[in-house]
């Protein structure tokens, strides 16, 4: 059965930081791509960024480049969101996704992660 666990969400002052893990599980993924995605109430899923899982390649959303960083730790099998310098923006449910081609589409990734909350107080 496969699985994508996301501990690490959260309660954070605004400037601080947090890092959201991804644990893979199931079927080999050596040949998918990692996204991340958010999601805020009352509005639509939001691309954050991915990550190749074989060569570790990344694609950011222009909301988050430069601030955010995806990696990966393929002995582990888990892919990772580092957030420094949270805004309140920032505040959504983060979702963690596997499909086949980089994409900023949320339809085109087949597994999801349950979810994690993060807030970011002001």
């Known amino acids: 059965q496969v699985q994508l666990v996301e501990p690490g969400g959260g309660l954070v002052q605004a400037g601080g930081a947090l890092r959201l893990s991804c644990a893979a599980s199931?079927?080999?993924?050596?040949?998918?791509?990692m996204g991340w995605f958010r999601q805020a109430p009352g509005k639509a899923r939001e691309f954050v960024g991915c990550?190749?899982?074989?060569?570790?390649?990344?694609v950011y959303a222009d909301s988050v480049k430069g601030r955010f960083t995806i990696s990966r730790d393929n002995a582990k099998n888990t892919v990772y969101l580092r957030m420094p310098s949270l805004k309140s923006a920032d505040t959504a449910a983060y979702y963690c996704?596997?499909?086949?081609?980089?994409?900023?589409?949320?339809?085109?990734?087949?597994?999801w992660g349950q979810g994690t909350q993060v807030t970011v107080s002001s």
């Open positions: 199931g079927r080999s993924f050596s040949s998918h791509v």
């Open positions: 996704a596997a499909g086949l081609s980089t994409s900023n589409i949320p339809r085109l990734y087949t597994y």
């Open positions: 990550i190749t899982w074989s060569r570790g390649n990344t």
